[in-house]
């Protein structure tokens, strides 16, 4: 079970630097741009060791982003929850005695997007689900709500490549299916065993590089006038075929 931190923006100099050496996950680190002073220099170090994103921006950016007022030239979010390892998630899988099932997002933005297809990939029975570290959402409070309490259960990993990380499960003997409006209708397609998910952006779908790392592209059928389903809603059709085929 993942371990619950609460959801902070955490100001000012001496209170990131704690935040940073008690190994609370931190994901991104906004630093006045230009200043160079020693507490701030050991700050953006001990950001750098933990492999946390750092912005250099304007005071004035500081100003609006600050809730107390007294952010020293220094603002952190922290993520809602710890984040697992993809090893982790093999385990729990291998732990059930069941063939891998994992959801990988590319670049999910909306945070009730991501809550929602946490949600799912628990109901489906999936292992864990992993995202990647930068242009996508991390966990945030707002994904925590909207997940209902499946990212208690569900590991969620968060990766600094994807199609990297999709070369290395398949080498596990995983393989990947990947949702995209001209691929293979997802009936026609054999989706048990070892799998990944790969689900791409609001609008803009799985990148041209994840893309070509997938095994197979499946399609939703889809009849109505609009072009396309919302990213969770397809992550759960989807989901469910895998689901159907794995117990038969």
């Known amino acids: 079970m993942q371990m619950r931190y ?12 704690e935040a940073l050496r008690s190994g609370r996950p931190v994901d991104k680190l906004f630093v006045l741009d230009g200043c160079q002073d020693g507490p701030v220099r050991t700050i953006i170090r001990e950001a750098k060791k933990h492999d946390t994103i750092i912005n250099f921006v304007s005071k004035e950016r500081l100003d609006s982003m600050s809730e107390t007022g007294k952010h020293q030239g220094v603002i952190a979010y922290a993520a809602a929850y710890e984040y697992a390892e993809v090893q982790d998630i093999l385990d729990a899988a291998g732990e059930k005695g069941e063939p891998p099932f ?18 799912t990939a628990n109901l489906a029975g999936a292992h864990g689900v992993i995202i990647p570290k930068r242009r996508a959402v991390g966990l945030t409070a707002t994904v925590a709500k909207t997940s209902a309490g499946a990212i208690n259960y569900t590991p969620v990993a968060k990766v600094t490549n994807i199609a990297q990380t999709i070369e290395e499960l398949k080498k596990e003997g995983m393989w990947f299916v990947c949702a995209a409006m001209d691929g293979e209708v997802m009936y026609n397609l054999d989706l048990k065993g070892p799998i990944g998910l790969v689900i791409g952006a609001e609008g803009e779908g799985v990148s041209r590089l994840v893309r070509e790392k997938c095994d197979f592209t499946a399609s939703i059928p889809m009849k109505g006038n609009i072009d396309s389903l919302n990213a969770s809603v397809a992550a759960g059709v989807l989901a469910y075929e895998i689901v159907r085929q794995r117990m038969l």
Not at 6 to 17: C, K, P
Not at 102 to 119: Q, S, Y
């Open 102 to 119: 994992i959801f990988i997002l590319d670049g999910i933005e909306d945070p009730h997007n991501l809550g929602a297809i946490i949600r």
């Open 6 to 17: 609460e959801e902070l923006t955490i100001e000012g100099r001496n209170a990131v630097t």
